[in-house]
C-alpha cells in the first residue's frame, strides 16, 4: 500500500505532490524572483559586490558569529517544515497503517460501483487493492470516523427516542445532494420488536412505504437493549440477558443519505443469514461472500418478488429478525465479516428489528407487523391441474378430470382461455366453456383463470380517457409492448381502477363461473424495456447515478421508472411493491364479485405485506431434478416472508421429451407435493391429467394425492396456525434444532409444521436416500418398527413406492381414515385417525382446527371448532378448546395409534367401558372402531 502515498492528493488532511520550491520558482519572463535586500533598485550583480564587501569588512569572530546564526535560523525553520509535514503525513500514516491492517474478509466495498479507479476510490477516502478479484472489492472502507453522521442532539420520550444528526464535514460529499442534517426515530413498539426510522427532515415529500405497523403496548420485560453512538452515529441492539453480546450493529463509517443514493453498512453476530430475496436467491442459507442481491422486480431471472428481511441466527442458539421497510430499487451486499451492506435509491431508511428468541417467534413477530396470512379456502389444499394450452372446450376434458384415480379440487385454464389475449373479455376463444365450468361446480370442483394488468389498446375496454392506466413522464397514457400487441397498464393505485376493475371481473363472470384468479406479469412485464416510446433522455429517475449490480439499467423487461401513478407517485418509488398493490386491489374486488365464499388469489409478484392477500405460485420452471431440489428452498423462504401459501409447478411447467428419468422425476415431484403447502401441476403442452405415464407411474401418483387428501386435518390447523400466529406452514430444521450447526444449511429436507420431517428422493435411480437426523426421537410414518434417536446422516432404504417422511416424537398428527373425490366429500365424510408418537419422556401433543371450509369470516363469526390433545404413557384425552354452535363437524374418531408404549396394554378403556378391539404389532397399539364424536372430549386409557 506504500505506493499510494502520493495519491491521496485530495484528503483535505493531507497534500503530498510535490511542489517547486520557492528558490525555484520562475517569473513570466524567466528571471530569478527572489526578493530584494534592501529598499534601493539596484541590479541583482551590484547587490552581491556590496554583500561581499560587507562580508569581508567583517572581523572574524563577527563572521562565525554570523553564520551560527544563519545556520539557526534554517535549522528552525526546517524543524518547523518537517513538524507541519509529520502533523500533515500523521493522519495519512494512520490511515494507510488502517487500511493495512484490514484482513480481505472484513472489508466492506466504499465504491458504490464507481470508483473503478486507484484515484476515485483514494479521493473518497478510501482503501485501495487493485488485485481483489471477484466481487471483492478493489476500494473498501478503512473504518474511521470520516464519513458519516454525528449526534447533536437527543431526546429521550417514553415510547422511544428523537436523534438529530449532522453530516461529517471532514471528507467532501460523494453525491451533491447529500443531506447535511437528519432526524432518527427510535420507537419502542413491543417488547420484541424495536424501529429505527432515519429520514431527512427538510424533505416531507420523501416517499415511504405505506404500511403501517401494529403497535403494541412495551412493558416491563423487553427483550433488547439499544446503544447508541454519539461521534459516529449508528445503533447496537444487544438482548437484555446477555448486553455484552451485539446482534446488530450498525455503528461504522459509511451512512450516506442522498437524494437517489442511501446506505447504512451493519456487522452481525453471525453468518447464518436467510432471507433478503425472492424466487431467484441461490438457496437457503445465504453465502456471505461479497454477494449481491438486487430488489427490482422483474421477469429476468425470476425476480418475482422483492423482500428486504433477513432471518439471523445467532452463535448462541438464538434467532433474530432485520427488516428495511423501503420499496425503491435496492442492493444488498452480504458481506464476509459477517456485515450486511443496505443501497437504496430512494425512499428513506426504515429498519425493524425481531428479537424471537427463536426462529418460529421471529416469523410470527415479523407478520403481527406487516398482517398475518390468509386462510385459503380447504379446497385450495386439494390437487389442482391445468394447462397453458386449452384451445376448445374438449381440451378441457371434464369427463377425464372427474374420472381421475385421485382426488382432484381445481381446474387451472390460463391465458389460452382470451380470444387474442385480451385481458377481462367476455368474448372467450371458447365460448361453451362455462358448460364445462357447470359440470365442474356440480361436482365440487372448482375452475380458475388467470389475468394480467395489461389492457390491449384495441380491447372495447380501453378508452383514452379513462385516467386509470400509468402514465409516461409526460403525462400521456404509458403504451408498452405484451404478448398481443401495444398495451396500457392498470394504475392499481387510482381510486377509479377498483371500480374499473369490479365492472370488467363481474362481467367476465358472467361468461365463466371462475372461483379464484392468478395474477401473471404482475411487476409489472414487458417487452418494450419501458415503453413502445422509449424512457425520457435526461430524466434521474430512468437513468441514476447509482445502478444495481445485477439489473443495471430498472427499465428492462419492466416500465420506465420514470412513469406516474395517481396522486404524484412516481414508478421509480412503487414499482417493487405494484405486484402487493395489484393483489390487495383483485383481492378485495374479488370479495365484492364472489360474495359467498373464499376465494383464491394467487401473485407472480410480491412485497412485504402479500401474503396477508395472495399465494405466490412458481410457474415457469424447468422438469429437472435441480430445479425440484431448488423448489424447497423457495417454498421455504416464501414462509419466511409471510407467504405460506406457496408451492412450485410439479413436474416442471417446460419438459424435455428426451428426458429417461421424465416418469420417475414426475412420481418423485408429487411425492414432494404432498407436502407443498399448495399443489398444482401446470405443464405448458399437456392437456391430459395422466395419460403419458405407465399404469405403475399412476398408481405412484394416487397413492401420493390420496395421502395428501389424508393429510389435510394436519395441513388445515397449520393454515389456522399461521393465519392466527403469523407461523410458518412449512420450516427449516434448524428452526427446532438452533444448537445442531448441521441444520442451518440443509435445504433437501424441510419439516411439515413442527411435527413432520420430510425428506424426498430428489435424484433419480437411487435405492438408499441419505437422511439427517436432528437429536430427537424419529418413527418412520410407513414402517412403525423403523425408529432413530441418534443424531447423524442414516442412508434409508426407498423404492418408488416410498414416501419419505418422519414423525418426531412427542406429537400427534391428525389425518382423514378415508379419502373421496374431492376437499368437501373428503372432509365431510372423513371420519378421523389420531395418531400419537410419543416423546421421550412419553408425552405428546396435537390439535385439530375445522370449519367447513369455505364460509367467510368463520373465525371472526365464531364458526369453527378447535381441539387439543395429550397423551401420555397410559391415556389420551382431548379437549374441545373452542366449539361454536354455527359448525356442525359430524365426523367421528375411529382409531387411535398410539407409538412408544414400552410393552403391551392388557386393557384399552374408553368413558369406563373396556376396548376389544385392540392390537399391539410393531409396538404400536391401535385402537379401531371408536366411533367418538370429534366435537365431544373422551380419555382412552390403556394400562399394562
Not at 713 to 722: E, G, M, Q
Request: glycine share 6%.
Amino acid at each position: 500500500m506504500g505506493d499510494n502515498i502520493h495519491q491521496l492528493t485530495t484528503l483535505p488532511y493531507a497534500n503530498f505532490d510535490d511542489e517547486p520550491s520557492e528558490d525555484e520558482e520562475q517569473d513570466p519572463h524567466g528571471t530569478s524572483n527572489h526578493t530584494s535586500l534592501n529598499a534601493d533598485h539596484v541590479t541583482s550583480h551590484g547587490r552581491k559586490r556590496k554583500l561581499k564587501e560587507k562580508f569581508h569588512s567583517m572581523t572574524k569572530e563577527k563572521k562565525v558569529t554570523l553564520i551560527l546564526a544563519v545556520a539557526l535560523v534554517v535549522l528552525s525553520v526546517i524543524s518547523i517544515v518537517y513538524a507541519s509535514i509529520e502533523k500533515q503525513q500523521k493522519p495519512f500514516r494512520e490511515h494507510l497503517k488502517r487500511c493495512e491492517s484490514l484482513d480481505k474478509s472484513s472489508r466492506i466495498d466504499a465504491g458504490f460501483g464507481i470508483a473503478s479507479s486507484k484515484t476515485h476510490c483514494l479521493t473518497w477516502g478510501g482503501c485501495w487493492d487493485g488485485s481483489a478479484i471477484g466481487n471483492a472489492p478493489k476500494c473498501y472502507y478503512p473504518f474511521t470516523n470520516l464519513r458519516g453522521y454525528k449526534v447533536t442532539n437527543s431526546t429521550v420520550k417514553l415510547w422511544g427516542m428523537e436523534i438529530d444528526l449532522e453530516r461529517i464535514d471532514t471528507l467532501e460529499k460523494l453525491f451533491q445532494s447529500e443531506a447535511d442534517k437528519l432526524k432518527c426515530i427510535i420507537s419502542y413498539e413491543t417488547d420484541s420488536r424495536l424501529r429505527v426510522k432515519i429520514f431527512d427532515p427538510n424533505s416531507p415529500d420523501r416517499y415511504e412505504v405505506p404500511m403501517n405497523s401494529v403497535h403494541s403496548k412495551t412493558g416491563h420485560r423487553m427483550q433488547y437493549i439499544l446503544t447508541i453512538t454519539q461521534d459516529l452515529f449508528g445503533f447496537a441492539v444487544s438482548r437484555t440477558h446477555e448486553a455484552t453480546s451485539t446482534i446488530f450493529n450498525t455503528t461504522m463509517e459509511g451512512l450516506i443519505f442522498s437524494d437517489q443514493f442511501l446506505q447504512l453498512n451493519m456487522r452481525l453476530s453471525s453468518s447464518n443469514v436467510y432471507g433478503l430475496g425472492g424466487d431467484h436467491q441461490d438457496g437457503l442459507l445465504r453465502r456471505m461472500e461479497y454477494t449481491y442481491e438486487s430488489l427490482w422486480c422483474s421477469a429476468g431471472g425470476k425476480r418475482h418478488g422483492a423482500h428486504p428481511f433477513l432471518l439471523h441466527v445467532e452463535n448462541d442458539g438464538h434467532a433474530s429478525g432485520f427488516l428495511l421497510q423501503n420499496s425503491n430499487a435496492m442492493d444488498i451486499i452480504l458481506n464476509p465479516n459477517p456485515a450486511i451492506t443496505f443501497r437504496t435509491t430512494g425512499g428513506i431508511l426504515d429498519f425493524y428489528i425481531f428479537l424471537g428468541p427463536n426462529p418460529a417467534d421471529v416469523i410470527s413477530q415479523f407478520a403481527h407487523k406487516i398482517g398475518n396470512p390468509f386462510l385459503p379456502p380447504l379446497w385450495a389444499l386439494g390437487y389442482h391441474f391445468g394447462s397453458e394450452n386449452y384451445r376448445t372446450t374438449s381440451d378441457v376434458n371434464v369427463t377425464e378430470l372427474l374420472g381421475a384415480p385421485f382426488p382432484m379440487d381445481g381446474v387451472w385454464a390460463g391465458k389460452s382461455l382470451l380470444k387474442d389475449k385480451e385481458q377481462y373479455a367476455t368474448n372467450l376463444l371458447f365460448t361453451d366453456i362455462d358448460t364445462a365450468v357447470s359440470s365442474l361446480h356440480d361436482n365440487d370442483m372448482w375452475f380458475l383463470t388467470d389475468t394480467r394488468p395489461a389492457v390491449l389498446k384495441n380491447s372495447s375496454l380501453y378508452k383514452e380517457t379513462t385516467p386509470n392506466f400509468i402514465r409516461d413522464y409526460s403525462n400521456k397514457t404509458l403504451t408498452v409492448e405484451v404478448e398481443g400487441g401495444a398495451a396500457a397498464l392498470l394504475d392499481y393505485f387510482h381510486p377509479s381502477t377498483e371500480l374499473w376493475l369490479k365492472d370488467a371481473l363481474a362481467n367476465l363472470r358472467s361468461s365463466v363461473q371462475f372461483d379464484g384468479l392468478a395474477l401473471e406479469e404482475n411487476e409489472p412485464t414487458t417487452v418494450s424495456n419501458g415503453s413502445v416510446t422509449g424512457c425520457s433522455l435526461n430524466d434521474d429517475l430512468d437513468y441514476p447515478a447509482y445502478t444495481l449490480k445485477n439489473i443495471p439499467k430498472l427499465k428492462t423487461a419492466t416500465i420506465c421508472p420514470s412513469a406516474q401513478h395517481y396522486g404524484g407517485l412516481k414508478h421509480y418509488d412503487v414499482h417493487n411493491i405494484y405486484g402487493w398493490k395489484s393483489s390487495e386491489v383483485t383481492k378485495r374486488i374479488l370479495s365484492q364479485v364472489i360474495t359467498d365464499k373464499r376465494t383464491l388469489l394467487m401473485s407472480r409478484s410480491s412485497y412485504l405485506g402479500s401474503g396477508t392477500v395472495a399465494g405466490h405460485f412458481v410457474k415457469e420452471n424447468t422438469a429437472s431434478w435441480e430445479e425440484m431440489s431448488n423448489s424447497i428452498g423457495v417454498m421455504l423462504n416464501y414462509n419466511l416472508y409471510g407467504i405460506p401459501f406457496v408451492g412450485a409447478n410439479i413436474c416442471g411447467y417446460y419438459s424435455d421429451p428426451q428426458d429417461s428419468t421424465a416418469e420417475e422425476l414426475c412420481v418423485r415431484w408429487h411425492q414432494l407435493a404432498v407436502f407443498y403447502p399448495f399443489m398444482k401441476r401446470y405443464p405448458s403442452q399437456e392437456t391430459s391429467v395422466l395419460s403419458t405415464f405407465s399404469e405403475r407411474a399412476v398408481k405412484q401418483i394416487q397413492a401420493a394425492i390420496e395421502l395428501r387428501y389424508k393429510m389435510l386435518p394436519t395441513l388445515y390447523t397449520l393454515f389456522y396456525n399461521a393465519h392466527t400466529k403469523g407461523l410458518p406452514v412449512v420450516r427449516p430444521l434448524f428452526f427446532d434444532y438452533l444448537t445442531d450447526s448441521t441444520t442451518l444449511s440443509i435445504e433437501t429436507q424441510f419439516m411439515f409444521g413442527d411435527s413432520i420431517m420430510v425428506a424426498p428422493v430428489l435424484k433419480p435411480g437411487i435405492s438408499t436416500n441419505e437422511v439427517y437426523f436432528p437429536d430427537d426421537l424419529w418413527y418412520d410414518y410407513l414402517d412403525p418398527s423403523n425408529t432413530i434417536s441418534a443424531p447423524g446422516y442414516i442412508s434409508q432404504v426407498v423404492n418408488m413406492d416410498s414416501q419419505t417422511y418422519y414423525v418426531r416424537g412427542g406429537h400427534i398428527v391428525m389425518s382423514h381414515l378415508n379419502t373421496a373425490n374431492n376437499t368437501k366429500e373428503t372432509n365431510e365424510k372423513g371420519d378421523y385417525v389420531v395418531d400419537v408418537y410419543l416423546s421421550l419422556d412419553g408425552s405428546a401433543f396435537g390439535e385439530l382446527y375445522t370449519d367447513d371450509g369455505t364460509s367467510l369470516h368463520t373465525i371472526s363469526h365464531a364458526e369453527f371448532l378447535y381441539v387439543t390433545f395429550n397423551a401420555t404413557m397410559t391415556d389420551i384425552r382431548s379437549e374441545v378448546t373452542l366449539r361454536y354452535p354455527g359448525h356442525h363437524n359430524t365426523n367421528k374418531i375411529q382409531q387411535i395409534n398410539v407409538r412408544g408404549l414400552k410393552a403391551k396394554p392388557t386393557q384399552v378403556i374408553l368413558k369406563d367401558t373396556e376396548q376389544k378391539d385392540f392390537t399391539f404389532e410393531k409396538a404400536v397399539l391401535s385402537v379401531k372402531a371408536l366411533d367418538i364424536p370429534v366435537v365431544e372430549a373422551f380419555k382412552l386409557s390403556y394400562s399394562s
